[in-house]
Each structure stands twice: as C-alpha cells, then as structure tokens.
C-alpha cells in the first residue's frame, strides 16, 4: 500500500462546470477525511466518514458539495456548478478509528476556476 | 477566536538556531497532531500526542493538557525544515487545523 491517493492532482475549469475528485485511502483504515486548504490558511474541515457512512458535514459544505464513500473504500468529492470561490487545495486523509490515531494525508487535488 | 491558534505565523531563522512554534487550542480534545507541509507538497504527520512529550530526531513536540498548549522544537535547524508546520487538534469525530508555521531557514 503506497498510501492515500488523489486524482487528478490539478483540474482547470470554468465557472459553472461540476467536478469530481477521487481518493483511495490506506486500504484497512475505516475513516475517510475531506478538506479544504486555500492559499495561506490551514486546512478546514468539510467531511468524514467511517466505513461507507457519512457521519458529520461541515456547514462550509453547501448543497453544490456531495461526498460518497459507496463501499467504504474509495470516496469522491463532486463540486456542481462551481464557483471562483471554490479554488482551492482538497485534501484527503485517512485513519484507522478515531482522531487519536496517526492521520495520513494524500497529496491534495487542486481546484482552479476560472 | 480560532479554535486552534499558533504563533508565531511566520519564522526566520539562521541554520542552527533551535526553533520552538505554539500552539493552543480552546477546545476538548483526544490528541494533538503536529504535520508539516512542504511548498507544493502533501501533508507529512510528524508526532501524534496525547500527553507529555515525544522526540524524534532533532525533532521534540510537548504537550500540557492543563493549559491546552503545545509546543514544537526544532533543535539545530537546517534549510531543509523550511516548511509550513501545522497543529491540529483532534475530537471525537473531527479535527480542527491551525493557520499553520511558516518556517524559512536561511543557511
């Protein structure tokens, strides 16, 4: 296991197109993290699951946003109709249980609108 | 006020120096995380505490729990710890970040 993987690294789109971003975590670990990094700013919380349940949504995560994680292995992150606001670095991370236990990060999927 | 605070936000320092970066948080939590964040590059976990202190290397995190205050040490700094270190602190379900340590080390 190489790690938590994220495709594609870097996606250019216009404003109004929806975007799908992909993550494989760690294949035994059962959460599953999403973040948001912009320029400059920590990394902000938007969504999380054990297993194949989501179990917590951000509020920074709009009704545009939609996360799955179907068989508690891969999840995806789709953005509709994206906006220039939604630029920004979209993290991944994965652990097995809880926040006490060793968070691996994959390398983040870049989002630029234009 | 942030949840997570850390200070200073940036950090000049010369090779050699030892380096200290602080982090206090307001919230409960199980653990306390410290990641380093190269430019343009992923998210590397450094320590993962819970109490007292960890080393490794010329690396040293601590922890209080008491005051809600940790610190991380970098003894005999080298350019190559150039880099964002970000503290993050972990609940029950989630994690909350700092604004993260931009650390540049001249040599």
């Known amino acids: 296991d190489t790690g938590v993987s994220q495709n594609p690294r870097h996606k250019i789109t216009k404003r109004g197109q929806n975007v799908t971003f992909r993550c494989d975590p760690i294949?035994?670990?059962?959460?599953l993290y999403w973040y948001r990094q912009t320029l400059g700013q920590g990394p902000e919380f938007l969504t999380y699951?054990?297993?194949?349940?989501?179990?917590?949504k951000s509020r920074l995560l709009s009704d545009r946003f939609s996360a799955e994680r179907p068989k508690g292995s891969f999840s995806t992150l789709e953005i509709q109709r994206t906006e220039q606001g939604d630029s920004a670095m979209y993290l991944c991370?994965?652990?097995?249980?809880?926040?006490?236990?060793?968070?691996?990060f994959g390398a983040g999927s870049r989002l630029t609108v234009l | 006020k942030n949840e997570v605070e850390q200070s200073p936000q940036n950090l000049t320092a010369q090779e050699g120096e030892f380096i200290t970066i602080n982090c206090s948080y307001s919230v409960g939590i199980s653990a306390l995380h410290w990641l380093q964040q190269h430019p343009g590059g992923g998210i590397v976990s450094l320590f993962m505490l819970s109490s007292g202190k960890k080393k490794h290397g010329r690396l040293i995190a601590t922890i209080n729990i008491q005051e809600k205050h940790s610190s991380l040490h970098i003894t005999a700094s080298h350019p190559r710890d150039s880099a964002v270190y970000i503290c993050a602190v972990a609940g029950n379900n989630d994690m909350r970040f700092g604004a993260g340590t931009r650390l540049t080390v001249k040599p």
């Open positions: 294949s035994e670990h059962n959460r």
């Open positions: 991370a994965s652990s097995l249980g809880a926040g006490a236990n060793v968070l691996t």
């Open positions: 699951f054990q297993n194949e349940a989501q179990l917590e």
